[in-house]
């Protein structure tokens, strides 16, 4: 057998095992923990908008 | 901590869907999809009731529970959100809700749901705060622009009321004490009406 035909079963081997590998890792996240991106929101909360939307309740909301 | 809740007063909603109408305005709801909907006890029947229906932003919510992807979030104000770039459509939510909250807006070949979509209480989601791509998955974060839902300021008759539960209850408590009584749409004898 020549070189380049060598080199080419090589190759054939190695793609064909690489392909067979599986990975034994598992990807484990704890469950009912959010995976998605942080909303910007989140950060805005606290007693001023709080306050804010309560204003607005009694702004709108109430009987008139 | 104020913990945002809904609620509509049976005796005073009218059926008029100005909550459904300002919903799907505000947010662009596509077609096939009502965030909120008006549900009548009894039609016809003289002594009716209406009652507006929508995600009920649940303190325990199930469909966070059974979200195989964790696509659910709740602010610290109580409202409960997801991220459509996570949701699979899977439909596991719309089966656990009670309250019939989560839709789906494509109805395709071979039963692909599309992304889930539901009542944001109009604070939007994980995006920028009323940025284009916000607002094309989740419709207007009126809570950022410190506003509360439209369906509830836009209801004529201030069935629907959306804010602090605290405030929420009070005003309803004080309306039941007004009428004398308790509403009688709900209670023991509507749900176990006897035999005869």
């Given amino acids: ?11 054939v081997v190695a793609a064909g095992l690489s392909g067979c ?3 034994a890792d598992v990807t484990v996240h704890k469950q009912g923990k959010y995976m998605g991106q942080k909303d910007p929101l989140l950060s805005q909360q606290g007693a001023a908008r709080d306050e804010s939307l309560k204003k607005r309740f009694q702004l709108v909301q109430l009987d008139r | 901590m104020a913990r945002m809740k809904f609620l509509c007063d049976a005796e005073r909603c009218i059926e008029c869907n100005a909550c459904v109408t300002a919903c799907k305005n505000e947010h662009e709801v596509p077609w096939g999809v009502n965030r909120r909907r008006v549900v009548v006890l009894d039609d016809g029947v003289p002594g009716e009731k209406s009652i507006s229906v929508a995600c009920m932003h649940c303190t325990d919510a199930p469909c966070a529970a059974v979200c195989p992807v964790d696509c659910f979030y709740t602010t610290d104000d109580g409202i409960v959100l997801h991220d459509k770039d996570l949701c699979i459509g899977c439909g596991y939510c719309f089966y656990a809700c009670p309250f019939g909250a989560p839709q789906y807006p494509q109805k395709e070949a071979f039963g692909v749901r599309g992304k889930m979509d539901k009542c944001t209480f109009c604070a939007g989601g994980p995006p920028a705060d009323n940025s284009d791509a916000e607002y094309k998955k989740y419709g207007r974060n009126r809570i950022a622009e410190g506003k509360l839902p439209l369906c509830a300021e836009f209801c004529s008759t201030k069935a629907l009321l959306g804010g602090d539960g605290g405030m929420v209850a009070d005003i309803y408590r004080k309306r039941v004490l007004k009428r004398g009584g308790r509403p009688q749409t709900w209670g023991w004898e509507t749900a176990y009406k006897a035999a005869s």
């Fill in chain 1, 1 to 11: 057998m020549n070189t380049k035909g060598l080199t080419a079963v090589v190759f």
């Fill in chain 1, 21 to 23: 590998y599986e990975s």
